[in-house]
């Protein structure tokens, strides 16, 4: 089981601009950052629901192929997070709607993030 994730980004106040916006409608807020004198003065934030597990730091920004995704409790919660991960500067990826290549009740919406992210909110209920 994965505890956290933490990766690279290119614009520190865009990235948290943008994963403010589109994680609101899954639950997911910005919990901590971390003091600046802890990481070299490095931004660093993580997000999460109960404790933080998706950091980003504005430092080494990752490049290449980045998917994460994200479970939503509904459906509409998925549509939630699509509308608002584009409203946020996100771009489209795959519309939210079944995925039945994967199992009769994926339901998924996938947006690129500022850094071309591929990031995901899915739901496996019917």
């Known amino acids: 089981m994965i505890d956290h994730i933490s990766f690279g980004v290119t614009d520190f106040a865009r990235s948290v601009a943008f994963y403010d916006r589109a994680f609101a409608p899954l639950g997911v807020t910005r919990l901590f950052t971390v003091p600046p004198e802890h990481t070299d003065g490095v931004q660093v934030t993580g997000y999460g629901d109960t404790a933080p597990w998706f950091w980003i730091a ?13 479970r939503a ?27 039945p290549h994967y199992h009769d009740a994926y339901y998924g919406a996938f947006v690129r ?3 071309g992210h591929n990031i995901e909110a899915v739901c496996h209920n019917p």
Not at 58 to 70: D, F, R, V
């Open 58 to 70: 504005e430092e080494n920004a990752t490049s290449g192929t980045l998917h994460i995704a994200l």
């Open 73 to 99: 409790s509904d459906r509409a919660c998925v549509d939630a997070f699509y509308a608002a991960a584009l409203a946020a500067g996100g771009s489209d990826n795959g519309p939210p709607g079944l995925r």
């Open 113 to 115: 993030d500022p850094d």
